[in-house]
Antibody, heavy 119, light 108 residues
Framework: EVQLVESGGGLVQPGGSLRLSCAAS????????MTWVRQAPGKGLEWVSV???????HYADSVKGRFTISRDNSKNTLYLQMNSLRAEDTAVYYC?????????????WGQGTLVTVSS | DIQMTQSPSSLSASVGDRVTITCRAS??????LNWYQQRPGKAPKLLIY???SLQSGVPSRFSGSGSGTDFTLTISSLQPEDFATYYC??????????FGQGTKLEIK
């Protein structure tokens, strides 16, 4: 069974850092496109970042230069390192698998982890 | 960047109703259009991929159609568990997975 479990969220001050983790089971992270999507309180979904099977990474303009997506193949885990955090980064962060054999749809999602940036 | 516009933003309907939600892309995305359902406090769930393919395990009352710039999600007979927010998403111009703003489906 495919499962994604995020962790690492919490309260952080503006300018601070946080690292989110997404532990995967039932499939191999490095063999799939993996993404992070976030949702600010009461708002819609916003794509944040993707890492391809070959290791290429891309970011939304809103987080470029501050966030870094990575993976640990030995732990089958996806990460999002978030630096220079701002109030507008407050959101629930979801990791999701993209099916690159089809239409790159996000077919499996984690339960989400809440990041709150506030002083 | 490709912009995705959903309509309506909210919709009131009754159990048993047929409902259609529309999603328009700012440029052609061929059939790279996906639909998700999100219930309050839960992660999004994939319903339809590649514009019209039903994700495994999703009830057949859900269907999708369209190509190019105009797409629709139809629920043929609303059930109580279908009251949720629905999002379209383009996956044509990866890596930018643009989402629509969402359509909140409420009970009338």
């Amino acid at each position: 069974e495919v499962q994604l479990v995020e962790s690492g969220g919490g309260l952080v001050q503006p300018g601070g850092s946080l690292r989110l983790s997404c532990a995967a089971s039932g499939f191999t992270v490095s063999s799939n496109y993996m993404t992070w999507v976030r949702q600010a309180p009461g708002k819609g979904l916003e794509w944040v970042s993707v890492i391809y099977t070959g290791g290429t990474t891309h970011y939304a303009d809103s987080v470029k230069g501050r966030f870094t997506i990575s993976r640990d193949n030995s732990k089958n885990t996806l990460y999002l390192q978030m630096n220079s955090l701002r109030a507008e980064d407050t959101a629930v962060y979801y990791c999701a698998r993209a099916d690159d054999s089809s239409a790159y749809e996000l077919d499996y999602w984690g339960q989400g982890t809440l990041v709150t940036v506030s002083s | 960047d490709i912009q995705m516009t959903q309509s309506p933003s909210s919709l009131s309907a009754s159990v048993g109703d047929r409902v259609t939600i529309t999603c328009r892309a700012s440029q052609s995305i061929r059939s790279f259009l996906n639909w998700y359902q999100q219930r309050p406090g839960k992660a999004p769930k994939l319903l339809i991929y590649a514009a019209s393919s039903l994700q495994s395990g999703v009830p057949s009352r859900f269907s999708g159609s369209g190509s190019g710039t105009d797409f629709t999600l139809t629920i043929s007979s609303l059930q109580p568990e279908d009251f949720a927010t629905y999002y379209c998403q383009q996956s044509y111009s990866t890596p930018l997975y643009t989402f629509g703003q969402g359509t909140k489906l409420e009970i009338k």
